[in-house]
Every structure is written in structure tokens, then in C-alpha cells.
């Protein structure tokens, strides 16, 4: 036994005096520790399904056990983990072995066969599966763009993985823009831009994700100006994803605007019932999770903001059922119903802007005037944010930019960020826990 299974199987032994047994095979059966460092425990997990569980239901618990064990605090971080490829007999570093290595980060579940296609994707998924066909000789670029959770992501992986799997010569990149960024930076002060541009410059496929984020980034967009002309010059295959199409990036340059209209535009919308209903049955089937169509059905009429929440429904569902000891195929339309409570749309839950606006200002003794108003003082700013991130959760089929527009804002990454304030304090602050879901169920009233 190594080390890293002596310590797992530490707090696995603690973890089943915490927890029921259900819960334990359920979630922790299959785990195992595959990296440690100074500050943070990465465990192996089967599923990018159950990784989203454990991070967001048991991540503090295993922290605070090893913290009893080791008198050491630990970050616990569960990921469905791909070690890294590399060759015995490649002893000093190359660039197709930092190629070989990336590609791993590509999520093999992000597969043309595994994405449900529907009215609201059906002419981006027919653009993608072109382009990885034949990369650099259809649409170039191919800008996807629509709102968090539409599927951009998965497509573009999908077509990583597609030229990966179909033509192996073929190098492929998958990068954030942000990670871009940071490489650049990183680049800059170690004095090392040549190498850095020989990277970036001489991919097949380069594929960048929330392209959106080099606004306002001068630098960047300088750089990436120069990286893509290289590219698109010896006809190599782009791919970005956006929430929005180029032309309504904030402070983008009008050079880099046009180099992304060259292609092809697709956008990703909301998917329609018929297409959330096939996107519940594909996962709870590759879940292995038996609902019936009655709830298979509530859950689609429902919740319909994008595919993220869908699966999130069932998360919270399979939960349930493992800690109540029933299987997921007694689950009732009511049950559903109450799992899902702050997660249904206002169809069945009387709420709405106004309201959520009403008791935000009561719970804070404030106007509405002043949640309007462009103050950034914390005693208003802090219950906008909280206005803004109640009203996306509790009213899906508002879009972001529906939302900033209510609260008289520039545009919808007001909400994102507030959304992500609002999470990130609600982790840490179970105050701030308790006052939300009091509010919650306020406007649910």
C-alpha cells in the first residue's frame, strides 16, 4: 500500500462513521487519491457527474476529517483525472510533448454521439461536425456563441476529441481565454514571448473558449491578433466560443470583430421541451437513473434555462434517493417537486421580478430606487447583487440580459458577477446561507 491509499483510506474509514451507508457507496466507493500537495488533496472520482456532487456536498466534510487526521488543512478537490502522457524515451522537453499533454485535458465524454441535438443547436452541431471533418477547409473560424450552459463547450471539446480520434496527425489546443492570458503574462515576465508564440502559432486546431473575456484586455488582444493571422494564414482550424457574437464584445477591436466574422457565426439558443426531455433521458441513462416520463416530463416543463440546470435537477434527485435509501424510479411528480423547489420556474411558483425586488428591500430596510441606482456603496450594491442572483435562480427563462436590463444595468455580465459573488459568499457564510433560503421562501409565498 502507497502512501496516498494509507492516507485515503484514513478518511474513508472516518467518512463511514459520518455518513449512511448508502451515501457512502454511492458516492465514495470508487474514489482515490491521486495528487497531494502543500495545501490540497486531489481524489479520483468516475464520473464528471458525481465530481460536481462531492465538490459542492462534501468537500468541506473530507477537509474538516483530515484536518482531525493530519492537523494539517487541506483543499479537497474531487476531478475525474487523466494523468499526463509521456514518453520513457523523450527525456528532455519538446513542444509535441507539451501538445501530448494538453490534449488530455480534453473531455472524452464531450463526444458528437454524447450531444443532444434540437432546434436550438441543430445548425451549430452541423457546423462543428463540418469543421472537424475537414479542419481548416470549411468554416474558419467557426464562432459558437449563446449563454452559459447551451452546449458551446461540449461542442468545441467534441471537435478536439473528433480530430483527435480521426486524424491523429492533426495537433489540437483546447485553452480558456483566460488561461491564455495567464500564459501570456507568465511569458512576459520570464522573458521567454518567442516561445510562447511558437506554441500558440504552429497548432491544427486551436480551440479557445469565452473568447468574450479579451475585452477590455489590450495587451491580449494585440497578441491574439498576431496568433490567429498566423494561423488562419497557413489555413489551421480556429474554433471560439462566446456568450455573445463578436460585434457586441465591449471595447473589441473592430480588427479582431471582423477576423471572427470571417467564418462561420452559430449561435446556441435555449433547448425547446422536446429536446430537454431527450437531454434528461440520455443523461439518466448514462447515469444509470430510472425516472419515470411523469417526472422525466415535470422536470423538462420546468426547468428550462439551459442544459447545466437540467442535469443539475438530476444530481439533486439521485441525492435524494441515496440518502433516503429508495431507488430513483419511486420518485413521484410531488417528490420531484419538493427536491427541485428553488429550482422550478415561476409557471408554478408565483414569482417575478417585482416581488423578488419587493422583499430584497424589505430584508434590507432599502428602496427600490436605490437597488436602481448606480451607487457601488456595499450597504445597496451587496442586496442588488443578491436581487440579481435570486431573480436567475428562481426565474429561468429570464436571460442574463433580460435581468441586468430590470435593474438598469450596462449588461448581463453585471448578473454573472453577481451570481458569482453571491456563490462564493454562500459557501463560506452560513449566515448569509440561512438569510437567502429565509428569502427564498418569502417570495415563494
Known amino acids: 500500500m502507497n502512501d496516498f491509499e494509507s492516507i485515503w483510506n484514513r478518511v ?18 470508487e474514489t482515490s487519491l491521486v495528487e497531494q500537495s502543500e495545501n490540497q488533496l486531489t481524489v479520483k472520482v468516475p ?13 468541506g466534510l473530507v477537509s474538516e476529517i483530515c484536518f482531525n487526521l493530519f492537523n494539517k488543512k487541506y483543499f479537497t ?22 501538445i501530448t499533454n494538453f490534449q488530455t485535458l480534453l473531455n472524452p465524454k464531450y463526444s458528437f454521439e454524447e450531444f443532444v441535438i434540437g432546434a436550438n443547436n441543430k445548425f451549430a452541431h452541423s457546423a462543428s461536425m463540418a469543421v472537424a471533418e475537414s479542419p481548416g477547409n470549411t468554416y474558419n473560424p467557426l464562432f459558437l456563441y449563446g449563454e452559459s450552459g447551451m452546449g458551446k463547450t461540449h461542442l468545441m471539446q467534441a471537435i478536439g476529441n473528433f480530430v483527435r480520434q480521426e486524424l491523429e496527425s492533426k495537433n489540437v489546443f483546447y485553452i480558456s481565454t483566460e488561461e491564455f492570458t495567464n500564459e501570456m503574462i507568465n511569458a512576459i515576465r520570464n522573458n521567454s514571448m518567442p516561445a510562447f508564440r511558437n506554441k500558440f502559432r504552429n497548432f491544427d486546431v486551436l480551440l479557445i473558449d469565452d473568447i468574450h473575456f479579451l475585452s477590455k484586455k489590450e495587451g491580449t488582444q494585440e497578441e491574439f491578433f498576431h496568433t490567429f493571422n498566423a494561423l488562419y494564414e497557413k489555413k489551421k482550424q480556429i ?20 477576423r471572427f466574422e470571417w467564418g462561420l457565426l452559430a449561435d446556441l439558443k435555449s433547448p425547446d421541451f422536446e429536446t430537454r426531455v431527450a437531454i434528461l433521458k440520455k443523461k439518466a441513462e448514462a447515469e444509470d437513473i430510472s425516472l419515470s416520463d411523469d417526472v422525466m416530463d415535470f422536470i423538462a416543463e420546468h426547468i428550462y434555462s439551459n442544459v447545466r440546470a437540467l442535469e443539475g435537477s438530476l444530481i439533486r434527485i439521485l441525492a435524494y434517493a441515496s440518502y433516503n435509501n429508495i431507488d430513483t424510479e419511486n420518485i413521484t411528480v410531488d417528490i420531484a417537486s419538493e427536491i427541485l423547489i428553488d429550482m422550478i420556474s415561476d409557471k408554478i411558483r408565483d414569482v417575478n421580478l417585482e416581488k423578488i425586488m419587493q422583499k430584497v428591500c424589505e430584508a434590507y430596510n432599502i428602496t427600490p430606487a436605490m437597488i436602481f441606482d448606480k451607487t457601488r456603496k456595499s450597504n445597496i450594491s451587496f442586496p442588488r447583487q443578491i436581487a440579481m442572483y435570486l431573480s436567475n435562480l428562481l426565474i429561468t427563462q429570464l436571460s ?13 455580465t453585471t448578473v454573472l458577477h453577481a451570481k458569482k459573488t453571491i456563490e462564493e459568499k454562500f459557501k463560506k457564510d452560513n449566515g448569509l446561507r440561512i438569510q437567502i433560503e429565509k428569502l427564498i421562501k418569502e417570495i415563494k409565498r
Open 77 to 98: 478537490k474531487f476531478t475525474v483525472f487523466h494523468p499526463k502522457i509521456t514518453r520513457k524515451d523523450d527525456l528532455t522537453p519538446s513542444f509535441s510533448k507539451v
Open 239 to 258: 474554433v471560439l466560443t462566446s456568450d455573445r457574437p463578436p460585434k457586441d464584445i465591449p471595447d473589441l477591436e473592430k480588427r479582431l470583430v471582423t
Open 12 to 29: 474513508l474509514d472516518t467518512l463511514q462513521n459520518n455518513i449512511s451507508e448508502q451515501g457512502f457507496n454511492t458516492w465514495f466507493k
Open 47 to 59: 464520473t464528471k457527474f458525481i465530481a460536481d456532487y462531492l465538490n459542492k456536498n462534501y468537500s
Open 400 to 412: 442574463l440580459k433580460e435581468i441586468a436590463q430590470y435593474y438598469k444595468r450596462k449588461d448581463h
